[in-house]
Structures are given as structure tokens and as C-alpha cells.
């Protein structure tokens, strides 16, 4: 029987996919897409967990979409390469972005293609100093993807992610962290610590208002002032019903620690 090419793993509130398919530097096949659509069912089951990381197995992060699953068509064949992003990535993509918990891309080598998009598509990203970013796709004739074009200029502006795009050069976590790709990048030694100890405290903080938090972060790339101000007041009012917003108030006032529920 094949090792499963993700892992899921639950431990005090945070919830850890590993993918796992280390020989081919964990490229995704469609199987690994589906294991994966289940392991986040299982995550977002009431009460499963407060907070996702994902990581790779092995010495890389990920390497995007496997390049050997598919039998390329001949050449007067078409090749739909569409059909696995509108299956597969985009769908995926949208889900980490939605869902009501922090997500946290722990990028512990390489991250290339599809996968680097991935990891820019969680809400923390956190890499070892060794990990590499690269936007593989020009060096096989295709354009960024996985929500690749959307990120890249948000965050590090057009040239950066025209240059990015273009050459297919590594990026160093460092430089990275330096460009604003990512949250932080550490020490190989430090990577795993660093990690854990985020995902904790993450998992112990106000879990509605995180997930409101991403909700209005998210939408603000593409609204105007007056929405964004809207939704800030929409938003605000359902963070102010919960009861960790009491037990926050409460704690303040007490001078103790609160003890968020994350409801
Ligand atoms: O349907 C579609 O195709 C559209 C979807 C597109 C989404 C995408 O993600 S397109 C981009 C796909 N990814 C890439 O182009 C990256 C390919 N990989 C690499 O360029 C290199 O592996 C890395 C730069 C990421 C790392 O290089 P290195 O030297 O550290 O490792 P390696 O030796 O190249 O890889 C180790 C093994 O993994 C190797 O197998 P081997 O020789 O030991 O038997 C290699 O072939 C395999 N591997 C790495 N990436 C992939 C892969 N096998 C299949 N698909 C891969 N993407």
C-alpha cells in the first residue's frame, strides 16, 4: 500500500498537514488533492481545531503540480491546463483563505510552482533560512498561478513580481522576509520552535476574531475606503457579540491573562 501523501496530526488546538511525498519533493498529484480535501474536512470540523499549519515532509516545502503524473498529450492533442487549477488549486486556494481559523505555511525548504502560491496563500508564512520561494513557471512556458498573479504585486509590487515571474530565479526566505513576501523567516535550528510556539499562542487566542480579522484584511485589497470602513463596522459588531470579547475586557480589567474560548 502507498504511504499517504498527506499527513494530519491534532494536538492542543492546532491541527498540522504535512504533505508527504518527500521523493518528489512533495508535488502534488490529483490523489494528493483529494487526500488533502479530506484533511481539511477534517479540520473544519466544529471544535477540531483553532488553528492550521502546513507543512512539507523532507527537505522541501513543495514543489507545485507533479510534472511526471500527466501523460502529455501529442502534439496535435489539446492540453488543458486550465482544468487542474479550476479543479484543484483555486478551489483549495479559496478555502485556506476562508477558513475561520489562522493558517500558517511553515515553508521548511524549497517551495516552487503552485506551492509557493500555496504557502503565499496562507495568512503567516513563516520559512527556515534555508527555504527558497520560486515562481517556477516561465522556466516550463507557464504563467504564476495559484492565486500567484493576484499576491505577488500586492506584496512586493509590480516589478518585483514582474521580475519574479519572468526569470524564475530563487528567492531566499531572507529576501523574502526583507520584501514583505512573508511574515519571518529563522534559523534552521530555530525553524521548528518558532513554528510550534506561534501555532500555540494562536491557538489559545480569540478564534472568531482571528477568523474576522483575515475576513477584513482580505477584503480590503479590493474595496474602496467607504466599504472597507462599512465592513470594518459590520465586522467589529459580530467580534463585540462574542464572549471571548468579554472575557478579553474582563481579563484587561482584572490585569490577568484572558482565557479565550475562541468563541
Ligand atoms: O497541470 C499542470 O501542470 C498545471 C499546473 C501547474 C502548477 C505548477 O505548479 S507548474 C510548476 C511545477 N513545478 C516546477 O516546475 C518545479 C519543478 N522542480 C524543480 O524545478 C526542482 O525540483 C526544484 C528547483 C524545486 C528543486 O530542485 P532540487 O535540485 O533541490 O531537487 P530535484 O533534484 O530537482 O528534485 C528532487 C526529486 O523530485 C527529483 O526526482 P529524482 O531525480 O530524484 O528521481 C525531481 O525530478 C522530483 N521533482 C521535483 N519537482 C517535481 C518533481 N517531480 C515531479 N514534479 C515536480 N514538480
Excluded at 525548504?109 to 527556515?128: E, K, M, R, Y
Excluded at 494562536?202 to 477584513?216: F, M
Aim: some cysteine; charged content about 20%.
Amino acid at each position: 500500500m502507498n504511504a499517504p501523501s498527506i499527513l494530519l496530526d491534532f494536538a492542543e488546538g492546532v491541527a498540522t498537514i504535512t504533505l508527504n511525498r518527500p521523493d518528489r519533493l512533495n508535488s502534488f498529484t490529483e490523489a494528493m488533492h483529494a487526500e488533502l480535501r479530506a484533511a481539511l474536512d477534517q479540520v473544519e470540523r466544529p471544535g477540531a481545531a483553532r488553528v492550521l499549519v502546513i507543512t512539507g515532509a523532507g527537505r522541501g516545502f513543495s514543489a507545485g503540480q507533479d510534472l511526471a503524473e500527466a501523460a502529455m498529450p501529442a502534439d496535435d492533442e489539446p492540453w488543458d491546463v486550465g482544468a487542474t487549477l479550476e479543479n484543484n488549486y483555486n478551489p483549495l486556494l479559496a478555502r485556506l483563505r476562508a477558513l475561520p481559523m489562522p493558517v500558517i505555511a511553515a515553508v521548511n525548504g524549497v517551495a516552487a510552482g503552485a506551492s509557493a502560491n500555496i504557502a503565499l496563500g496562507c495568512d503567516l508564512v513563516i520559512a527556515a533560512r534555508s527555504a527558497t520561494f520560486l515562481q517556477a513557471f516561465a522556466r516550463i512556458a507557464l504563467i504564476p498561478d495559484a492565486g500567484g498573479t493576484y499576491v505577488l504585486p500586492r506584496r512586493v509590487g509590480l516589478s518585483r513580481a514582474l521580475g519574479l515571474s519572468l526569470l524564475a530565479d530563487p528567492l531566499s526566505a531572507e529576501q523574502a522576509e526583507a520584501w514583505g513576501l512573508i511574515w519571518k523567516c529563522v534559523d534552521d535550528d530555530r525553524f521548528a520552535e518558532t513554528v510550534r510556539a506561534t501555532a500555540r499562542k494562536l491557538a489559545s487566542g480569540p478564534t472568531h476574531a482571528y477568523a474576522l480579522i483575515k475576513q477584513s484584511l482580505y477584503a480590503a485589497a479590493d474595496n474602496d475606503f467607504e466599504s472597507q470602513l462599512a465592513l470594518e463596522v459590520r465586522l467589529q459588531r459580530e467580534a463585540g457579540a462574542t464572549a471571548d470579547f468579554r472575557e478579553g475586557v474582563r481579563a484587561f480589567l482584572e490585569k490577568r491573562p484572558a482565557g479565550f474560548q475562541g468563541r
